[in-house]
């Protein structure tokens, strides 16, 4: 191998790219990151401004520009009054939730590392204009992290993250950006640990070490906003069969470590507001368990379910309590079932791979779907092979959902005739999300992933063979990998 290939990681006879090639791609897609942030901060601030009532509440919000594409609603806004982050309270010690359902005493209805999120924006913050600046400024050295990291993994791949509408429409409608880091930094830090040290030829960092670190930083994310919490379990299944070298003997004790450290991980950061304050912690998971499948909640429950029970009814929430949580466990399992049938055929877990499918399976039959969750599955769009057509399908419904919603939210409450174009808009994009959701569900556990994530730390053999295919190769066509 040649010096002009060398550069940060080394995986086995394949390396990364050029050094130059490596920091064009960086700069470009951190550029794009950049200016597209940036846009999504005017588009969200349009919302907000002077003049304001005593609490820091605009007198215009939640209405902007009537004619504007692209909705200016941004939950980092709306959350300024009503949960007492305007009286700069820290988050649930002295919180709890009333007879009717509503927060107080500074608990938040978000696990509680994005609560303490919430609570440093409001930092030296006096109106709902100042909580969204500080906001911003919080999330997006995030939004650059993530660029970085997929770029490193997958090359110009990255403009699937970096340049298309959704960090547009959500890198500031809610907290997403910090949890989505810890995922994409879990997949790196496996993928740097599988790397081949040059002076040694030998890994970084052992299996058991680096999927125990990364189990870490899913059990933070889990304390950010609860999804990256689900791929401790092919994480560990991973670790179990021996990642990218296989072993004769299923290694139960990896396993259990990492099982162990994600759920002690979880503990360590949700004790202190237990013991503090319990009745404020536990006002969180109170509020989430009440919450109903509403038409906020852009779920196929509400847009489906709905009809066929004749309304909000009775049955209808205790057929949404019973059969929401019942798929998604099934979706779970199903995921980890095709993975360990892949795993079986050829001889590599893809934990990737199902833990994007466990996330799809989520998403679609969880009682909420919010249109920023777009930001939670879009970087497995960027590490695994799935089809471009399938991809811009999804982007497209979810742009047409988005600018349709909060029009439809907006017409609900001044009571005006509803526009036609609006309630299609909005039943696209729940539906065409939903169909494929539950296709990618399959698709994302036999995808693949790209290239140069795929080589690392693999047998000069396999690494040749996966060179040579294309991003876009039939599954029974590709050799699987993993980091």
């Known amino acids: 191998m040649s010096d002009r290939l060398s550069t940060t990681f080394r995986y086995g006879r394949v390396t990364l790219s050029r050094r130059g090639d490596l920091i064009l791609i960086l700069t470009v897609s951190l550029l794009l990151t950049l200016l597209f942030m940036y846009w999504s901060y005017e588009v969200k601030i349009k919302c907000v401004g002077p003049p304001f009532f005593p609490d820091g509440r605009s007198h215009k919000w939640p209405v902007g520009d009537p004619h504007a594409i692209i909705p200016c609603y941004s939950d980092l806004a709306y959350l300024w009054v009503g949960r007492d982050i305007n009286n700069h309270v820290f988050p649930y010690i002295h919180g709890g939730i009333g007879a009717n359902g509503q927060l107080f005493g500074g608990s938040v209805e978000y696990p509680v590392l994005s609560g303490i999120l919430m609570w440093l924006g409001a930092i030296g913050a006096h109106t709902d204009v100042d909580f969204f600046r500080h906001s911003a400024a919080l999330l997006a050295p995030f939004g650059l992290v993530i660029t970085a990291m997929l770029a490193v993994l997958t090359r110009w791949n990255v403009l699937w993250w970096a340049m298309t509408p959704p960090l547009i429409l959500y ?65 560990a299944i991973y670790v179990l069969t021996g990642g990218l070298r296989g072993r004769r003997a299923l290694d139960w004790i990896g396993a259990a470590w990492v099982a162990i450290t994600a759920a002690l991980t979880v503990v360590v950061i949700q004790l202190p507001f237990m ?40 049955t209808y929430n205790s057929i949404v309590g019973v059969l929401s949580p019942t798929l998604i466990v099934c979706a779970f399992v199903v995921a980890v079932y095709f993975g360990w049938r892949q795993y079986n055929r050829t001889g590599l877990y893809p934990w990737i791979g199902v833990s994007a499918a466990m996330l799809a399976g989520f998403m679609v039959f969880h009682k909420v779907h919010s249109p920023q969750y777009t930001l939670w599955i879009l970087p497995f769009f960027v590490l695994l092979r799935v089809r471009w057509p399938v991809i811009v399908a999804y982007l497209l419904a979810d742009f047409i959902l988005d600018t349709t919603i909060f029009r439809l939210f907006g017409i609900y409450v001044s009571g005006e005739p509803m526009k036609w174009w609006v309630m299609a808009g909005v039943n696209v994009g729940v539906w065409v999300h939903a169909v494929l959701l539950v296709y990618l569900i399959g698709a994302f556990v036999s995808a693949g992933l790209r290239e140069p994530l795929a080589s690392i730390g693999r047998h000069p053999d396999l690494t040749d063979a996966a060179s040579s295919e294309p991003d876009d190769a039939p599954p029974g066509q590709r050799v699987p990998a993993g980091a």
């Open 171 to 235: 890198a500031f409608h809610n907290w997403e950006l910090p949890v989505v880091a810890t995922a994409v930094g879990a997949v790196a830090l496996m993928a740097w640990g599988a790397s081949i040290k040059p002076s040694t030829g030998e890994r970084r960092m052992s299996l058991r070490t680096s999927a125990i670190l990364a189990s870490i930083l899913l059990a933070i994310g889990f304390c950010l906003k609860l999804y990256p919490g689900f791929f401790v379990l092919p994480l």
């Open 275 to 314: 013991v503090l304050g319990y009745d404020g912690w536990r006002a969180a998971l109170t509020f989430q368990g009440k919450r109903r499948a509403d038409v906020d909640t852009n779920s196929i429950w509400y847009w489906g379910l709905r009809h066929l029970t004749g309304g909000q009814d009775g």
